[in-house]
């Protein structure tokens, strides 16, 4: 019962610093495009792009659209249904008021219920792709300003549907009005996608066996340590409504809360349960999972997208060849525009250095680890809701510029459309091509994926070193007033 005071006492310090809170920009990684797109780092002067640069390739490696729940996920909602009716009927068996429970509590049942197919790219998923895929053309109306061809414009898709029919949903956005097919003028274009099997470009996470291996041996303690935070927000609610949640409950209503938020545009029901201190540690939790299982918590969570990495640069060096050589326009690639999901973004970013700091870049560079995000109310950088929401995207852009006189090409990397400084690039957003090659793809292209992806070789490196839980244990818990290293102010 003293969480409850700790965590208002908190959650006021919290409010009165950031007002006005809006829950569906706190999601983690089920956050939606359009609840995050517009949020930018206020502190960063992006670079003008000078005069007489023109952009002549585009990379674009994008996560898919907002999505419905998974089977697994469904069956979970089906199960909290029934926990919820029973603390319902517990709390009336032992006489309890239940004046404090919201009236959707009583009768709730899922929105899902029924449903025996999941996961699937959902309306507003497709909106948020079509919309990308307009503006996308209009921001950059040089590059796509040619007729299509499959081999100028080429679009990569995984083999899972929600990804390909973002893939179709952007380039229908993209080619609007540039074909022949029915009222709105489109056209057919081609999506190419390689076998879960296979696909060590975009679905590298599904074919590294000593990712597998790390994520297995690792999830039990990120579980561990996400646990002293449900406790104490189990506690808190239990308290203020008199129903006896369980862990798994708040787990529940958080994924709930999340999936109402974010495709439903629902805000007063589950995510109404916690008060908005509870949601930025709940949200915490989830960050800290991506952190460590995705991001920058261990290499080999980015290390194993190098394949990505090495076609990225290819096409760039090839555009810049083919503009150099003066090839015509409709004869060389000038989009290569790739659909995947958060575990190929989220390492895509890392390889690029996003949300880092010079002095955590440098550190990533010496292989040291780096440090947790820090928790709230501190404030930290990696935050899912940014780093990948859905339709999360990277797009690296490549100008050439005839007139400066330091170098003839640049390259500009925009995260959710938004330039963002590059660590590597003395914290610029407008990167000289060969710093770019030279200072952040190279130091990673040493690294084989074959040599890293084999458990047998890489095995020590990625278990845990003794001591390493109760070190973050510690960690979590300490009193630490000079906050984190990856976290920033």
């Given at each position: 019962m003293l969480a409850v005071p700790l965590i208002f006492a908190v959650f006021t310090l919290s409010l009165a610093a950031e007002t006005p809170f809006d829950v569906r920009q706190h999601l983690s990684t089920v956050t939606s495009y359009g609840a995050v797109k517009d949020i930018a780092d206020d502190s960063f002067v992006t670079s003008l792009v000078p005069n007489g640069c023109t952009p002549i390739h585009l990379n674009l490696v994008a996560r898919h659209g907002t999505r419905s729940p998974t089977k697994k996920r469904i069956k979970e909602l089906d199960k909290l249904t029934t926990s919820l009716q029973e603390r319902i009927r517990h709390a009336k068996e032992r006489g309890l008021s239940l004046q404090e429970v919201p009236d959707w509590l009583f009768e709730w049942k899922s929105p899902w219920k029924?449903?025996?197919?999941?996961?699937?790219?959902?309306?507003?998923?497709?909106?948020?792709?079509?919309?990308?895929?307009i503006r996308t053309r209009e921001r950059f109306p040089d590059?796509?300003?040619?007729?299509?061809?499959p081999d100028v414009y080429s679009i990569r898709a995984t083999q899972v549907p929600r990804a390909s029919a973002s893939a179709v949903a952007f380039g229908m956005g993209l080619f609007s009005g540039r074909g022949s097919l029915g009222p709105g003028n489109h056209r057919a274009f081609a999506v190419i996608s390689e076998s879960r099997a296979s696909d060590i470009m975009l679905r590298f996470f599904d074919t590294c066996q000593t990712y597998k291996h790390y994520r297995e041996s690792q999830e039990p303690a990120v579980e561990k340590l996400k646990e002293p935070v449900f406790?104490?927000?189990?506690?808190?609610?239990?308290?203020?409504?008199?129903?006896?949640?369980?862990?798994?409950?708040?787990?529940?209503?958080?994924?709930?809360?999340?999936?109402?938020?974010s495709l439903l545009d629902i805000t007063d029901q589950a995510c109404n349960l916690f008060n908005p201190f509870?949601?930025?540690?709940?949200?915490?939790?989830d960050d800290l999972e991506g952190f460590v299982l995705k991001g920058y918590g261990n290499s080999v969570n980015y290390r194993m997208g190098v394949p990505l990495l090495e076609d990225v640069l290819r096409s760039m060096e090839l555009a810049v060849r083919a503009h150099q050589e003066g090839?015509?326009?409709?004869?060389?690639?000038?989009a290569r525009l790739r659909f995947a999901h958060a575990e190929t973004i989220v390492p895509f970013s890392c390889l690029l250095g996003l949300f880092l700091d010079g002095a955590e870049f440098e550190m990533i560079q010496r292989e040291e680890r780096l440090g947790l995000p820090p928790k709230p109310p501190?404030?930290?950088?990696?935050?899912?809701?940014?780093?990948?929401?859905?339709a999360g995207n990277n797009m690296l852009v490549v100008y050439s510029c005839p007139a400066n006189s330091s170098s003839n090409y640049y390259v500009r990397v925009l995260h959710n459309e938004h330039p963002i400084p590059l660590p590597g690039c003395n914290n610029s957003d407008f990167c000289p091509f060969e710093v770019f090659k030279e200072r952040i793809?190279?130091?990673?292209?040493?690294?084989?994926?074959?040599?890293?992806?084999?458990?047998?070789?890489?095995?020590?490196?990625t278990d845990p070193k003794p001591g390493w839980l109760s070190s973050l244990f510690n960690w979590l818990f300490a009193c630490d007033s000079q906050g984190v290293a990856s976290g920033g102010g």
């Open positions: 029924g449903k025996v197919m999941g996961g699937e790219l959902i309306v507003k998923g497709e909106h948020e792709l079509y919309d990308l895929g590059i796509f300003k040619d007729d299509y061809h406790e104490e927000i189990k506690d808190s609610v239990s308290a203020c409504y008199g129903l006896n949640f369980t862990r798994q409950d708040i787990s529940s209503l958080w994924f709930l809360c999340k999936q109402e938020a509870e949601i930025e540690l709940l949200e915490w939790t090839h015509p326009h409709g004869s060389f690639e000038k501190q404030k930290r950088r990696w935050k899912g809701s940014t780093v990948a929401p859905f793809v190279k130091p990673h292209l040493k690294h084989d994926y074959n040599a890293i992806c084999n458990v047998k070789e890489v095995q020590h490196e």
